[in-house]
């Protein structure tokens, strides 16, 4: 069975203080790993899709970055608007749904 | 307007109710999506469906059913709603080849009491 665990739960962060969340999974055979920022009261916010290990994505203050087991999502010098829950999912070579994890709520204070 | 819509945005009603919540897309996108998120639980899927005559449960489909009325159009039913139905449900969609790219609705707030 499909697992991703993200860590932390909740992250508070003073503004410009850079930091890396975690996404651990189990798929049978990865198509793809997804990260989604979800504002309060909003649907979640597609970031970026990783492919096979070693692959790299990058927008603004934001890097993903993807081994065999896990991801990270590395936020570089965050501002109070970068606040969010960050959600990762992964999808099967099935092409099946996606399975997403918990997430993690990021508070970036000024 | 949005590219997803979902009405109603908020619901309150009684248990034992039949509620009805509904999508609409203008993406074009084949694949539609109905996930409910509960507070500690994450996203989880409930129903998802490839087009129009392909329907698929999700890991939490029982007490819900679902209507593909047209490409754009997905709703989902709660035939008799109970209380541990609470929660705020979204509707995605997605396209090919980028399945996993998921375009969300704004969610729907739904409480049974």
């Known amino acids: 069975e499909d697992q991703v665990t993200q860590s932390p739960e909740a992250l508070r962060l003073q503004e410009g203080e850079s930091s890396s969340l975690n996404c651990s999974y189990t798929?049978?055979?990865?198509?793809?790993l997804f990260w989604y920022r979800q504002d309060p009261g909003k649907g979640p916010e597609f970031l970026f899709t990783l492919y096979s290990a070693g692959e790299e994505k990058e927008k603004e203050r934001l890097k993903a970055t993807l081994t065999k087991k896990e991801s990270f999502l590395h936020i570089t010098a965050p501002k109070p608007e970068d606040s969010a829950t960050y959600l990762c999912?992964?999808?099967?070579?099935?092409?099946?749904?996606?399975?997403f994890g918990k997430g993690t709520s990021l508070l970036v204070t000024p | 307007d949005a590219d997803v819509t979902q009405t109603p945005r908020n619901r309150i009603t009684k248990t034992g109710k039949r509620i009805m919540l509904e999508c609409s897309q203008t993406k074009g996108h084949d694949r539609m999506y109905w996930y409910r998120q509960d507070p500690g639980l994450g996203l989880r899927l409930i129903y998802y469906s490839f087009d129009v005559k392909d329907i698929n449960k999700g890991e939490i489909s029982d007490g819900y059913s679902v209507s593909r009325q047209a490409q754009a159009k997905f709703s989902l039913s709660l035939e008799s709603a109970i209380p541990n139905q609470t929660a705020l449900y979204f509707c995605a969609t997605s396209g090919t080849p980028n399945t996993g790219e998921l375009f969300f609705g704004e969610g729907s707030r739904l409480t049974v009491l």
């Open positions: 999912a992964v999808q099967a070579n099935s092409g099946y749904a996606l399975n």
């Open positions: 798929v049978s055979g990865l198509r793809g």
